[in-house]
Nanobody
């Protein structure tokens, strides 16, 4: 079992920044990925970014997050971060982190463990 706890969400003005945290605990294997997804009401969870737990290799969605969002990891605290800059209203969503042995880190269905989510609201 892997436990994930997100934090860092909140209300921010357009153009601002937020850093989300995902505290990881439990039995996570080196082959796992930790991914970030976001979801708006009535929509499916959408891939944002991911990092290989052992390799540190990062992956980003092809749409507008690339260049604005950065995923990183604090090895000492087993925490994965999502730094979000130049936020726009369209970034408003519930953000989830997830873990799993996925060979397709962009697919939500390939992750086995999920956090509870943290709300990010960007005011225009």
């Amino acid at each position: 079992q892997v436990q994930l706890v997100e934090s860092g969400g909140g209300l921010v003005q357009a153009g601002g920044s937020l850093r989300l945290s995902c505290a990881v605990s439990g039995r996570i294997f080196g082959s796992y990925f930790v991914g970030w997804f976001r979801q708006t009401p009535g929509q499916e969870r959408k891939f944002v970014a991911a990092m290989g737990w052992a390799t540190g290799t990062t992956y980003y969605a092809d749409y507008s997050v690339q260049g604005r969002f950065t995923v990183s990891r604090d090895n000492a605290n087993d925490t994965v971060y999502l730094q979000m800059n130049s936020l726009t209203f369209e970034d408003t969503a519930v953000y989830y982190c997830a873990a799993g042995p996925s060979r397709r880190p962009d697919l939500a269905e390939r992750y086995d463990f999920w956090g509870q989510g943290t709300q990010v609201t960007v005011s225009s």
